[in-house]
Structures are given as C-alpha cells and as structure tokens.
C-alpha cells in the first residue's frame, strides 16, 4: 500500500513539475509575442520601413508579415502608380522575378514523386542544351539546374555539382524537362498543381506571355488593373519602365502579398508535397566534394542566430522582392517592390556584403529580423 502511495506522490510531482515547465515555456513565448507584435514594436518596424523606402527612392511596397498561417500583419507603402497616387495593399500585384524560382521547384518535385522525372536525369535527355562548353556534357542533371551547381570551373575543369554559381538563364531552361515529362508547359503545371489549389486568385503567369496567361481564365485588362506600376531611380529622378517580362520557372510569376500569405502557410503545413520532398527542398546542395552550399532546391538556405532561414529574392526591372521564412519561430516576412531598390543596392558583387551570398546584406531583411526574430532572442 505504502508503494503505491509513493507511486502517486512522484507521479502528481512529475505532472505538477511538468505542468510548470510548461507554463514558463508558454509564458516565455506569450510574452515574446507581446512584444513583437505590441503597438511600439510594429510602429518602429512601419517607420524604419518606410524610412528605408525613402532612402532608396522606392515608389511603393506592400510588406506581411505571417504568423501561425495567419497575415498577422501588412501594410502598402507610398505608391503603387504616381500617376493615381493610389496606395498599395495586400492585394496589389507586383512582378515577384526569382521568387517564381521556388514554384519552379515546387512543381519539378510534384513530378519526382508522381515518377514522371527525376533529378538525377542528364539534361540532355529533356531536349535541354546549355551554351558553349556545357552544351556537349551528359553529365549535368536536373538537380544541378535547380540548385545552380552545373557551371563548375578551370579548378575541376567545369564539372557540374563541385560549386554553386547562380544562373538564372539556366534554371529558365527548365521549360524544356516540365513539357518533356509531361506534355504540359510550367505554366499549365503551376496553375493546376499550386496557384489554383490553393486559391491565389492574384497570382498569375506574366501579361506579357499571352498565351501563359490566357490559360488563367483571367481577364486580362482587369488584372492589369491590379498591377503596380515599374519604376526606376535613374538621374535623380523615378522614370516609368517599359520591359517585356518574359515567363518561366526561372522568372515572370505575378502575385500578391495576400496570395504569398496563402503559399507560405501551405509550406508550413506541408501540402502539396511530401514531407521528405519538402525536407530535400530546404536541404542546402552538399558538392562532390562535400561543401556545403548556401541553396536547396530553388531556395536559399542559411543559419543565423542559431536559426535557420530559408528564403529568396527578386530583382527585375522595375520591380524586386524578398520572401524570408524563419520555421522554427513560425514567421515569414514578404515585401513587394515596384522598382528595383528592395534588392538592388544590396548586391554587390566585387566587394562588400551582398544579398547574393548573405541574408544579411539586405537593410530589409535586417529590419525583419531585428523587430521580430532577435525580439526576445540574444543576438549571436
């Protein structure tokens, strides 16, 4: 009898400790969140945002934030046609460039698990042709266009899967591997494998590939109705941008601030994929000779702050983008620019800190993380 009454004892002081944990844990994070996202903090964040967008002479930007599947918070930003001076929101629709990259991997790893491709394929058996050099190789795969490791270089005579060298000509050549697998072009497979199932109804191949786009059922002229208008900073002046923006994998998707809430969420939840496809897209390519890379397939991939990130820019003319998800802390930021300044000043490629090869390098990215994920988190 004494034993089992010392049984109970230990097990109500295993619950009692356990329920406590548990609490402190919970408060910890109530508390954190109180924090990020009280009236100070998102003040600060709306000011230093548009701060920077007056630094660097942007017409206007919509920005979310999701939380927990939910736009927790959005905001448009100075113009999205100087013409009208009409303001920008969660729904206008801007060029989102390389961000289309990640629902070119998205729609290629749909196709690896229905057995109609596979990474490993050489290129050239999907009627893909590469320049020069490369153009004769039966060595470079499909994963190597999707995680820009096909180039190589003079140190291991420019075989594929030995460094990462972003190429987005090359990752536009994927046309060719998605109507080889399937008889059906990108963007046929991107509307009815992900836009259209998850409802991104302001989501759309480019106006400017009329038949892409005609395959939407969307009436062209009210959709460019939704359309921010490009601009440059050029002479110490913003000048409207005319540019035929041509449509791929690679580049040319439309979309909406709203509409990449929709997709971000199904990322956290998994849908559409597997969970080991979606693992094997957030994993960074290891080279043949076991180097880690900064890419995944058709995502950037980093720690920072003990964290990790996951994310993908776009730069166009007259429109740039930033897409970050940090999934441990369930948060993902979105900014949509009609010019080129949400990445353009950040890429510099002879010296310095560049977004090309850090998060980082972006004051945007850097106002994300200071107001939200080093909130309650001690800086590395």
């Known amino acids: 009898m004494k034993s089992i009454i010392w049984s109970i004892n230990v097990l109500c002081i295993l619950l009692i400790s356990g329920c406590s944990s548990t609490k402190s844990v919970l408060t910890k994070n109530i508390e954190n969140n109180e924090i990020i996202w009280s009236e100070a903090n998102l003040s600060n964040f709306k000011s230093k945002l548009e701060g920077l967008r007056q630094t660097h002479h942007i017409p206007g930007f919509s920005v979310g934030v999701v939380h927990e599947g939910e736009l927790k918070w959005h905001k448009g930003f100075g113009q999205k046609d100087l013409a009208s001076e009409e303001t920008p929101d969660e729904n206008t629709v801007y060029h989102i460039a390389s961000i289309t990259k990640t629902f070119g991997s998205l729609v290629m790893m749909k196709l690896v698990e229905d057995g109609k491709i596979a990474l490993k394929d050489p290129i050239i058996t999907h009627g893909i042709k590469l320049p020069g050099k490369w153009g004769l190789s039966d060595e470079i795969e499909i994963g190597h266009l999707l ?24 990752y536009h050549r994927l046309n060719k591997a998605y109507l080889s697998a399937t008889g059906k072009t990108f963007g046929e497979l991107v509307m009815t494998e992900v836009i259209q199932p998850l409802g991104m109804t302001n989501t759309a191949p480019s106006l400017y590939d009329s038949l892409e786009f005609a395959r939407t059922g969307y009436d062209k002229i009210s959709f460019s109705k939704k359309v921010a208008k490009p601009y440059d900073w050029s002479k110490k002046q913003l000048i409207p941008v005319e540019f035929n923006y041509n449509f791929g994998p690679a580049a040319g998707l439309m979309s909406t601030v709203a509409d990449l809430a929709k997709y971000s969420k199904a990322i956290d939840d998994e849908e559409l994929l597997q969970p080991a496809s979606w693992e094997e897209i957030f994993t ?97």
Request: hydrophobic share 35%.
């Open 147 to 170: 995680t820009h490791t096909a180039r190589g270089n003079t140190f291991n005579s420019f075989k594929p899967g030995y460094n990462f060298r972003y190429n987005g000509d090359w």
């Open 284 to 380: 960074p390519y290891s080279t043949e000779k076991g180097k880690t890379t900064i890419y995944g397939l058709g995502w950037f991939v980093k720690d920072y702050y003990d964290t990790k990130f996951i994310w993908h820019t776009g730069w166009w003319q007259g429109y740039s983008s930033l897409f970050v998800k940090v999934p441990e802390l369930d948060l993902t930021f979105i900014i949509l620019a009609n010019s080129q300044d949400v990445s353009r000043p950040f890429y510099k490629f002879l010296i310095g800190n560049s977004l090309h090869k850090d998060l980082l390098a972006s004051d945007f990215a850097m106002a994300f993380i200071d107001h939200f994920v080093l909130e309650g988190k001690k800086r590395k």
